[in-house]
C-alpha cells in the first residue's frame, strides 16, 4: 500500500516520478505529491484524491518544476490520518530541509512524536511519517551526511516501511531504505530510479536491484550505492525483468480489468508453456517433490480461493492432505507441521504482509515454503526455498482476474507433479489431465467468444438488487467464493459465496425478489446436487443467473438467464467458469459508474497487517 518513486539525472525528473506514480496508483490513490530539489530548495506540490489532481495541479505550475533533475514521489493509501493535502506525502522535517515519501506503518510514532514535540518541533499532519522527517531533519542540521542522518533516524523506528527522502544541502542526490516494504533500484544511463515496484519503471529500464531489509541505497545520476545501516557497502547483482513496457497500457480497452480480462489466454498459455509437454508429462524443475507428506496453503483474499482449488487437485490426485488458511490467520495459529510439510504461499504481488509472516510463522516448525507469485524480484521470491514463477504479465486492476487463472494453473501443475511423485495416480491418467490442462487457454478464449453480448442481460437483474448469493459446490465452491469477491470488491454490492450445499443452514433467509442467486453449475454429480439446491431458492422468489453448457436445459429452465460456457474437460470447470463472473462483475459495476481499478478503500498490494 502506498507507492514510493526517487529519480536522478536529468531535466526529465517530474515525467519518470508522474510515469512512474500512474503505474503505482493501484497502490493506493488517497493522495499524492512530489518533493523536487530546485536551486538549493525543496520545492514540494501535493493533492488530496487521484493522481489527475496532482497532474493539473502540475500544469498550473507552467512547467516551472521542470527543470528539476532530482526528487521523490508517492501515491497513499491512508493508513494515519484522513486524506487531506496535508497528509499528502512528502512530509517535510525542518520547515522543509528535508522531504519523506514512506510507505508502512510506523508502530511507535506516537511516543517519537511526543519527544519531538517535547524539544519543540512543531508537526503539520497526522501521518506517522512526519516523525521520520523531522528526526533526518535534526540529524541533517546537526552536519550529518544524508545516508548516515537516514540509518540514526531508522535506529529509532519500529514497525515497516520503505522510505525515499531528499535534502537541500546534498543537491541530486536521493537516499532510500527499507524494512519489510518493498523497493527497487532501476539503473539507467546517466539518470538511475528508485520505485516500489518494478512496473513503475517500466519506460525507463527493465534493469533492476533489489534492496533487502535492513539496507540503505544512495542514488545519484552516475551511481548507485547499497549499504549496510552500519554504511557498509552491500555488493549486489542487478536482473532484467521479463515484462514489456506495452504490458502496462491498456491497448485500447476501456480499463485494466477488462484487458485482464482478455489476457487471459495469453496468461495462461505464458504460464504453463514449458511446464507441460504435448504428450501431458508435467515437469516442475524449480519445486524439490519427493517427500512432501502433508501440505499447507496460505493467502489471501483471491489467492486464498485458489489455493482452496489447489487443495482439491492435490487431495484428489496426489492423496496428501492439505490444509488452506488465510494468511493473517495462520500466522497465529497453533500450527502444525514439520519438515516434511510444505507451505504454499500464494501472492500475486509478492508483497502482501500477513503472507509474509505467514511464512515466517511456518518457518519456526521447519517447513519448506514453495512461494506461487507473479512477480519476479518480489520480497516472496526472496523468503521462499522455491518459487514457481505465474507468468501473466503485470496486473494493475485492482481486482485480481487473470493472475487468478494463472494461480489455478500453477495450483493444477502442482497438484500433477506431487501425484506423479508419490505414484498416487496411475500415470496414463495424470498424463490424460496433463492433456486437458494444456486446452485451458483454448477453452477460457472460447468463453469469451461465447460470452460475447450475453453479460449485460445477467447485469440488468442487478440494478435493484440489495445482495447477491454466488453458489457451488466442489471446485464450483471456491470459483464462487471469487466471483462473490469480484462483484462486493468492484460495485460495492454486498455478496455471499457459499456451498449450494449449505443455503438451507441460513443463508436461504436472505432469499428474496432483490437478491440474485448466482449458481456456478459445473458438471457431474456437482451440477446435479447443485441444481436442486438452487431450485430451492427459485422457490422463494429468486432470480437466478446460471453459469452452465449452453445445452443445460434444466439450468436455462430454472434461470432468468444462463451465462453459457463451452463443454470441456472436468479439469477446466474452474477456468471457464470464472470467467463469466468476473465479467458480470465488471458490468455490474460499470452499470453503476464506478471506477473498476481502482474501487473505494483498496489497494492492489496489502503491506500493512
Ligand atoms: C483480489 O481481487 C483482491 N484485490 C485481493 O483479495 C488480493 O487477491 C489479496 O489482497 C492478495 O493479494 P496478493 O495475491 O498480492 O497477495
Redesign the pocket.
Same mark, same amino acid.
Given at each position: 500500500m502506498c507507492g514510493i518513486v526517487g529519480y536522478v539525472g536529468k531535466a526529465r525528473c517530474v515525467e519518470v516520478l508522474m510515469e512512474g506514480l500512474r503505474n503505482l496508483e493501484y497502490r493506493g490513490y488517497d493522495s499524492a505529491g512530489l518533493a523536487l530539489q530546485l536551486g538549493g530548495r525543496i520545492e514540494t506540490i501535493k493533492r488530496p484524491g487521484r493522481l489527475d489532481n496532482l497532474a493539473e495541479a502540475l500544469e498550473e505550475r507552467n512547467g516551472h518544476l521542470s527543470a528539476a533533475h532530482t526528487g521523490v514521489g508517492h501515491t497513499r493509501w491512508a493508513t494515519h490520518g484522513r486524506p487531506s493535502e496535508a497528509n499528502a506525502h512528502p512530509q517535510l522535517g525542518n520547515g522543509g530541509s528535508v522531504a519523506v515519501v514512506h510507505n508502512g506503518i510506523i508502530e511507535n510514532f506516537a511516543e517519537l512524536k511526543e519527544e519531538l514535540k517535547e524539544r519543540g518541533v512543531t508537526f503539520s499532519s497526522e501521518t506517522d511519517t512526519e516523525v521520520i522527517a523531522h528526526l533526518l531533519a535534526q540529524r541533517v542540521e546537526a552536519g550529518e551526511p544524508l545516508r548516515e542522518a537516514l540509518a540514526s533516524a531508522l535506529r529509532r523506528l519500529r514497525g515497516s516501511f520503505a522510505v525515499a527522502a531528499v535534502s537541500a544541502k546534498e543537491p541530486g542526490k536521493v537516499v532510500a531504505a527499507r524494512k519489510q516494504s518493498p523497493l527497487v533500484v532501476g539503473q539507467g544511463a546517466g539518470e538511475n530510479y528508485l520505485a516500489s515496484a518494478v512496473q513503475a519503471l517500466l519506460k525507463q529500464t527493465r534493469r533492476f536491484l533489489v534492496v533487502e531489509n535492513g539496507e540503505i541505497v544512495e542514488l545519484t545520476g552516475s551511481s548507485v550505492g547499497i549499504f549496510t545501516l552500519d554504511g557498509e557497502s552491500v555488493e549486489r547483482e542487478s536482473f532484467e525483468v521479463e515484462w514489456e513496457a506495452e504490458a502496462i497500457e491498456l491497448g485500447g480497452y476501456e480499463d485494466y480489468m477488462l484487458k485482464e480480462i482478455h489476457d487471459q489466454p495469453s496468461a495462461l498459455r505464458n504460464t504453463l508453456s514449458g511446464r507441460v509437454d504435448s504428450g501431458g508429462a508435467v515437469d516442475l524443475p524449480e519445486v524439490d517433490l519427493a517427500g512432501v507428506e502433508r501440505i499447507a496453503v496460505v493467502?489471501?483474499?483471491?489467492?486464498y480461493h485458489a489455493g482452496l482449488l489447489g487443495k482439491e487437485a492435490i487431495e484428489r490426485l496426489a492423496r496428501i492432505p492439505v490444509e488452506v488458511a488465510v494468511s493473517s490467520e495462520y500466522r497465529y495459529a497453533h500450527l502444525v507441521g514439520d519438515e516434511k510439510t510444505l507451505v504454499v504461499a500464494?501472492?500475486?504481488?509478492?508483497?502482501?504482509t500477513d503472507?509474509l509472516a505467514a511464512i515466517e510463522a511456518a518457518r519456526a516448525f521447519g517447513g519448506r515454503i514453495l512461494a506461487v507469485t507473479n512477480t519476479q524480484g518480489s520480497l516472496i521470491t526472496r523468503e521462499a526455498d522455491a518459487v514457481l514463477l505465474t507468468k501473466a504479465g503485470p496486473e494493475i486492476g485492482?481486482?485480481?482476474t487473470k493472475?487468478f487463472l494463472a494461480q489455478i494453473a500453477a495450483l493444477y501443475l502442482l497438484a500433477l507433479g506431487l501425484a506423479r511423485a508419490k505414484g498416487a495416480t496411475p500415470e496414463e491418467e495424470l498424463r490424460e489431465l496433463g492433456r486437458d490442462l494444456r486446452r485451458a487457454p483454448e477453452k477460457v478464449e472460447e468463453t469469451l467468444g461465447l460470452l460475447e453480448g450475453r453479460v449485460e442481460e445477467a447485469a440488468s437483474l442487478f440494478e435493484e438488487a440489495r445482495c447477491a448469493l454466488f453458489l457451488g459446490r466442489g471446485s464450483s465452491y471456491p470459483v464462487a467464493l471469487e466471483g462473490a #469477491?469480484?462483484l462486493k470488491?468492484i460495485s460495492y454490492l454486498p455478496a455471499e459465496g457459499y456451498p449450494a450445499g449449505e443455503m438451507k443452514h441460513g443463508p436461504i433467509a436472505l432469499v428474496d425478489e432483490h437478491s440474485p442467486v448466482v449458481a456456478v453449475l459445473g458438471q457431474g454429480l456437482t451440477r446435479e446436487k447443485s441444481l436442486s439446491n438452487v431450485e430451492e431458492t427459485v422457490a422463494r422468489g429468486a432470480s437466478v443467473i446460471s453459469v452452465a453448457r449452453e445445452n443445460d436445459s434444466a439450468a436455462r429452465r430454472m434461470s432468468r438467464v444462463v451465462l453459457p460456457v463451452p463443454e470441456a474437460p472436468g479439469i477446466l470447470d474452474p477456468f471457464v467458469s470464472s470467467v463469466p463472473l468476473q465479467l458480470l462483475a465488471y458490468r455490474v459495476a460499470k452499470g453503476r459508474a464506478l471506477d473498476v481499478d481502482k474501487p473505494r478503500n #483498496?489497494a492492489?498490494?496489502?503491506t500493512v497487517e
Amino acid at each position: 500500500m502506498c507507492g514510493i518513486v526517487g529519480y536522478v539525472g536529468k531535466a526529465r525528473c517530474v515525467e519518470v516520478l508522474m510515469e512512474g506514480l500512474r503505474n503505482l496508483e493501484y497502490r493506493g490513490y488517497d493522495s499524492a505529491g512530489l518533493a523536487l530539489q530546485l536551486g538549493g530548495r525543496i520545492e514540494t506540490i501535493k493533492r488530496p484524491g487521484r493522481l489527475d489532481n496532482l497532474a493539473e495541479a502540475l500544469e498550473e505550475r507552467n512547467g516551472h518544476l521542470s527543470a528539476a533533475h532530482t526528487g521523490v514521489g508517492h501515491t497513499r493509501w491512508a493508513t494515519h490520518g484522513r486524506p487531506s493535502e496535508a497528509n499528502a506525502h512528502p512530509q517535510l522535517g525542518n520547515g522543509g530541509s528535508v522531504a519523506v515519501v514512506h510507505n508502512g506503518i510506523i508502530e511507535n510514532f506516537a511516543e517519537l512524536k511526543e519527544e519531538l514535540k517535547e524539544r519543540g518541533v512543531t508537526f503539520s499532519s497526522e501521518t506517522d511519517t512526519e516523525v521520520i522527517a523531522h528526526l533526518l531533519a535534526q540529524r541533517v542540521e546537526a552536519g550529518e551526511p544524508l545516508r548516515e542522518a537516514l540509518a540514526s533516524a531508522l535506529r529509532r523506528l519500529r514497525g515497516s516501511f520503505a522510505v525515499a527522502a531528499v535534502s537541500a544541502k546534498e543537491p541530486g542526490k536521493v537516499v532510500a531504505a527499507r524494512k519489510q516494504s518493498p523497493l527497487v533500484v532501476g539503473q539507467g544511463a546517466g539518470e538511475n530510479y528508485l520505485a516500489s515496484a518494478v512496473q513503475a519503471l517500466l519506460k525507463q529500464t527493465r534493469r533492476f536491484l533489489v534492496v533487502e531489509n535492513g539496507e540503505i541505497v544512495e542514488l545519484t545520476g552516475s551511481s548507485v550505492g547499497i549499504f549496510t545501516l552500519d554504511g557498509e557497502s552491500v555488493e549486489r547483482e542487478s536482473f532484467e525483468v521479463e515484462w514489456e513496457a506495452e504490458a502496462i497500457e491498456l491497448g485500447g480497452y476501456e480499463d485494466y480489468m477488462l484487458k485482464e480480462i482478455h489476457d487471459q489466454p495469453s496468461a495462461l498459455r505464458n504460464t504453463l508453456s514449458g511446464r507441460v509437454d504435448s504428450g501431458g508429462a508435467v515437469d516442475l524443475p524449480e519445486v524439490d517433490l519427493a517427500g512432501v507428506e502433508r501440505i499447507a496453503v496460505v493467502g489471501c483474499g483471491t489467492a486464498y480461493h485458489a489455493g482452496l482449488l489447489g487443495k482439491e487437485a492435490i487431495e484428489r490426485l496426489a492423496r496428501i492432505p492439505v490444509e488452506v488458511a488465510v494468511s493473517s490467520e495462520y500466522r497465529y495459529a497453533h500450527l502444525v507441521g514439520d519438515e516434511k510439510t510444505l507451505v504454499v504461499a500464494i501472492s500475486q504481488s509478492g508483497e502482501t504482509t500477513d503472507t509474509l509472516a505467514a511464512i515466517e510463522a511456518a518457518r519456526a516448525f521447519g517447513g519448506r515454503i514453495l512461494a506461487v507469485t507473479n512477480t519476479q524480484g518480489s520480497l516472496i521470491t526472496r523468503e521462499a526455498d522455491a518459487v514457481l514463477l505465474t507468468k501473466a504479465g503485470p496486473e494493475i486492476g485492482v481486482a485480481a482476474t487473470k493472475t487468478f487463472l494463472a494461480q489455478i494453473a500453477a495450483l493444477y501443475l502442482l497438484a500433477l507433479g506431487l501425484a506423479r511423485a508419490k505414484g498416487a495416480t496411475p500415470e496414463e491418467e495424470l498424463r490424460e489431465l496433463g492433456r486437458d490442462l494444456r486446452r485451458a487457454p483454448e477453452k477460457v478464449e472460447e468463453t469469451l467468444g461465447l460470452l460475447e453480448g450475453r453479460v449485460e442481460e445477467a447485469a440488468s437483474l442487478f440494478e435493484e438488487a440489495r445482495c447477491a448469493l454466488f453458489l457451488g459446490r466442489g471446485s464450483s465452491y471456491p470459483v464462487a467464493l471469487e466471483g462473490a #469477491l469480484k462483484l462486493k470488491e468492484i460495485s460495492y454490492l454486498p455478496a455471499e459465496g457459499y456451498p449450494a450445499g449449505e443455503m438451507k443452514h441460513g443463508p436461504i433467509a436472505l432469499v428474496d425478489e432483490h437478491s440474485p442467486v448466482v449458481a456456478v453449475l459445473g458438471q457431474g454429480l456437482t451440477r446435479e446436487k447443485s441444481l436442486s439446491n438452487v431450485e430451492e431458492t427459485v422457490a422463494r422468489g429468486a432470480s437466478v443467473i446460471s453459469v452452465a453448457r449452453e445445452n443445460d436445459s434444466a439450468a436455462r429452465r430454472m434461470s432468468r438467464v444462463v451465462l453459457p460456457v463451452p463443454e470441456a474437460p472436468g479439469i477446466l470447470d474452474p477456468f471457464v467458469s470464472s470467467v463469466p463472473l468476473q465479467l458480470l462483475a465488471y458490468r455490474v459495476a460499470k452499470g453503476r459508474a464506478l471506477d473498476v481499478d481502482k474501487p473505494r478503500n #483498496l489497494a492492489k498490494s496489502v503491506t500493512v497487517e
